[in-house]
């Protein structure tokens, strides 16, 4: 399933980017949320709830909801492992790996050689790293004879985590 | 901090979406039991103690025109947190995330159009003197969105 859209009806106009940009920094915590948005727009607050409505079903917005600190919650040992698996095969294995409850992203990204065999990732997270180094056995017994290298990359601090910001 | 149970009942309701209403809290604060008050200041505690890092829709840079894209670096220990200001004062820079490995700095990138993201990668080698890894996504196959916190849980 390969979810990159160049479909023309994906697009957004301009005032789906002011929208965007209203509320890139998160929903203010008021009673009547989507009203102070759409005051400070100057649209009717109808409009706006159905742009969203319609950037949700797109999939311009992913969700709306809450982004949480994983170390904060507990998952102190925050992997991303990395894969060395045949280009013939990888999107079979991927939506094996994918599924994995433990795993929360899976992609296929490019090798970078030599410096760089992996053309899978996938993020872990566990309370601890003999949990996810569980996790990385799991997925290694899964893949057999198809993972030719791997590689677990933990995380050691967060350097940012704004997510995406357009520029008004 | 250390969360108690409703708590951890708005992270977890909260991470499988967000009502569009006319007034969404108060919905969602019925729905797990409590008031809208309450929902309103617990959810200011967790964002100001950034045990949530962000509250609101969530967008797709590569559903708008944009890209995303995973870049990695080998970044010098002693010169690990100059990079890091230059990197994370991008903008485009959504994440970055040290970790242990000889690539040892990786970020995403959000841009807003295809070509933004071959522009921040050279503006990034250029002002810190080290070359970029650039890794987009060529497929994603699945994506969990929910932590769930469980009553277990050892929190901070």
């Known amino acids: ?168 | 901090m250390t969360l108690d149970s409703l708590d951890r009942q708005i992270i977890n309701q909260l991470q499988t979406g967000f009502p569009v209403s006319d007034e969404p809290y108060a919905e969602v604060a019925a729905a797990l039991g409590t008031d809208e008050a309450t929902l309103l200041a617990r959810l200011q505690i967790l964002l100001d103690e950034r045990v949530l890092t962000r509250f609101g829709p969530l967008y797709r840079a590569d559903r708008l025109g944009g890209a995303f894209s995973l870049v990695a670096m080998k970044v010098p220990e002693d010169k690990f947190d100059e990079v890091t200001e230059i990197v994370n004062s991008f903008p485009e820079v959504a994440h970055n995330y040290q970790r242990e490995h000889a690539f040892n700095m990786w970020f995403v990138l959000a841009t807003d159009s295809e070509a933004r993201v071959a522009q921040v990668n050279a503006e990034i080698e250029k002002r810190s003197g080290l070359p970029v890894h650039n890794m987009p996504k060529l497929n994603e196959y699945f994506i969990h969105l929910d932590l769930k916190v469980d009553d277990q849980d050892e929190l901070s």
Request: with cysteine.
């Open chain 1, 1 to 168: 399933m390969n979810m990159q859209m160049t479909d023309p009806e994906h697009r957004i106009d301009s005032l789906d980017r002011r929208i965007i940009i209203a509320t890139q920094d998160g929903l203010p915590l008021v009673s009547r949320p989507y009203a102070l948005i759409a005051e400070q727009l100057d649209i009717p607050v109808a409009e706006l709830k159905q742009r969203l409505q319609r950037m949700q079903e797109t999939g311009v917005i992913r969700r709306i909801g809450v982004v949480p600190n994983h170390y904060a919650l507990g998952y102190r040992a925050n992997g991303m492992t990395v894969w060395d698996v045949p280009d013939e095969r990888i999107d079979e294995l991927g939506e094996q790996i994918g599924a994995l409850d433990f795993v929360s992203h899976c992609y296929h990204r490019p090798r970078k050689l030599p410096d760089w065999p992996y053309n899978l990732f996938a993020m872990v997270h566990a309370h601890t790293r003999d949990e996810a180094l569980a996790h990385v056995e799991q997925i290694a017994k899964l893949l057999g004879a198809h993972n030719r290298a791997h590689d677990v990359l933990f995380s050691t601090r967060i350097l940012k985590k704004t997510g995406m910001r357009l520029n008004p």
